[in-house]
């Protein structure tokens, strides 16, 4: 009988840790779990209750209670370190210790989920052993926002869920908003974020690019006769983030459409006519919003644009001696800033670099003090190792510059600025709702070519330009330094160093740890 009793507390014992053990794989509860559990706790309630006698004489012996104060000192230490854990994983706080901070999500990610006002749930389709990149990177997005939720499906074991969006294949990501639904087919924080944008915007704003004058082409794209000239990567980037692009010919429209979010002027190479110049100048008195963006001469200047707003486009060319563009295979035509305005535009820019090849400096209207209701903020200078050089034609033709003290203009040189104004509205469909009070928004910079397809993609020249943009449409979510591209950081060895490195880390080191450990051994014998 006792020989049973025994029994039944260690197959009792079994039963329980079986039953967990199923709940711990299946991470769901079943029939057999239960029963296992419950046959598990009545085989030990019968031990327990047969041998209550042994027990009793166990426990009263002083060796079993100082047992038991340590077991119950353990388990109130292991109390402590579960509520410790606890309040860690509703309070996480992480760290990204790699050299570029690839496993931190960019600043447009922080600023898109935290301002999420509605759920957005995305759903990846990946097979299972293939899933571990979007789960770790679907992980972070619902780090941050619990608007964000997420599931990883297997086609091959969900076919069902897998067929309600049509074709999917594998690597496919659906993300679904309160109404709108994107698929994208890469697993990058650029393309998930830019999904959300378009899920979660209400309507399409347009930006358009003026044509006629020469200006660059933003269908060109880089593969093209004259693709470095081109815009077309700009014009992606800015679709990309659930923005409509039209091109506009103002001399054959008459008028700036009434659905212009913002209007691009993208170095002109020629003057606008007085009837463009009267368009553009109404459509900003009116609270329109521009960005502007003018080369040296001989392209046009558009200073008949600029002067009623404070800006004035100066007559030279930067060159900068400094050295700094030497380390990226840029000469002194092409200056490279590092300092930065307090605008909203350039303050995630800070210690970051951009790049203006052949750039015309800007600078304050001599009457733009007297002129109280602009506000004019000066975005990027250029280095003290900088000047505008006035002669640009020996420049331009030989290649010749030198700073002369009493012609030229020293550096730092202002490169870009933002102009805003509360006018008055430019229709009753168009006033905000505070009244008939809107603000004109303004951005001028020096230089075209630091947006076209050969620049779009040097440093942060195109965080510069899609910001501006951005601020421009009143976006400020979108007003942030864009998702890193990954690094490839792998270490490439010869036939030689991958053989040095077996023998020392794999063969040697070890033998070395055993060699030690017989020594150790031998001597204590001794």
């Known amino acids: ?85 606890f309040v860690a994983y509703r309070h996480t706080y992480r760290i990204d210790t790699t050299a570029n901070h690839q496993y931190s999500l960019s600043e447009q990610t922080h600023k898109v989920l935290t301002h999420l006002k509605k759920d957005v749930h995305v759903i990846g389709f990946f097979r299972t052993e293939e899933n571990r990149r979007a789960k770790d990177l679907f992980t972070e997005y619902a780090h941050i926002s619990s608007k964000f939720s997420y599931e990883l499906v297997d086609p091959d074991k969900r076919p069902a869920i897998a067929r309600k969006y049509g074709r999917i294949s594998y690597g496919t990501i659906v993300v679904q908003g309160p109404q709108k639904i994107e698929r994208i087919n890469k697993t990058t924080e650029e393309e998930l974020t ?50 409509g692009v039209k091109k506009l010919m103002l001399i054959s429209e008459k008028k700036i459409p009434e659905d212009c979010a913002v209007l691009v002027i993208a170095g002109p190479r020629t003057g606008l006519l007085q ?64 300092n930065y305005g ?82 008055e509205a430019a229709s009753a469909s168009t006033r905000s709702a505070a009244g008939a009070k809107k603000k004109t928004r303004l951005v001028v910079y020096g230089d075209s070519d630091f947006a076209t397809n050969a620049w779009f993609h040097f440093q942060k020249n195109g965080d510069l330009f899609l910001n501006s943009v951005n601020w421009l449409a009143e976006e400020s979510d979108l007003v942030a330094i864009r998702a890193r591209s990954p690094e490839d950081r792998r270490v490439n060895l010869t036939k030689e160093q991958s053989k040095l490195l077996l023998w020392i880390g794999v063969i040697l080191f070890p033998l070395a740890i055993v060699l030690l450990g017989i020594g150790v051994y031998t001597k204590r014998r001794k």
């Open 1 to 85: 009988m006792k020989r049973l009793l025994n029994y039944s507390g260690i197959l009792g014992l079994l039963l329980l840790i079986a039953g967990g053990l199923i709940y711990v794989i299946t991470t769901t509860s079943s029939w057999l779990m239960t029963t296992f559990l419950i046959l598990g706790g009545i085989l030990i309630l019968v031990y327990v209750v047969g041998n209550l006698q042994k027990i009793q004489s166990y426990f009263s012996k002083r060796s079993t209670k100082y047992s038991t104060n340590a077991i119950v000192i353990s388990i109130i230490v292991l109390v402590i370190l579960g509520l410790v854990n």
């Open 194 to 243: 830019n999904a959300i944008i378009k899920v979660t915007r209400k309507g399409k704003k347009w930006i358009y690019f003026l044509e006629g004058h020469g200006e660059h082409d933003i269908d060109q794209a880089l593969s093209g006769p004259k693709g470095r000239e081109g815009m077309a990567v700009a014009k992606n980037a800015l679709m990309s983030q659930y923005y």
């Open 275 to 338: 009837i463009e110049r009267n368009i553009i100048e109404n459509y900003l008195d009116k609270g329109g919003k521009a960005l502007i963006m003018i080369d040296p001469a001989p392209s046009a200047s558009l200073q008949d644009v600029l002067s009623p707003w404070g800006i004035h486009a100066d007559n030279d060319v930067i060159l900068d001696v400094s050295g700094v563009g030497q380390l990226f295979g840029a000469g002194p035509s092409i200056p490279v800033v590092t």
């Open 342 to 423: 307090s605008s909203m535009i350039t303050k995630d820019l800070k210690g970051m670099i951009t790049a203006f090849p052949l750039a015309r400096s800007l600078s304050k209207e001599s009457d733009s003090d007297k002129k109280s209701d602009l506000d004019i903020v000066d975005l990027l200078k250029t280095g003290p190792k900088s000047w505008g050089e006035t002669n640009i034609s020996l420049f331009m033709n030989q290649n010749k510059a030198g700073f002369n003290a009493g012609q030229d203009k020293k550096g730092p040189l202002v490169l870009g600025m933002a102009v805003t104004k509360t006018v």
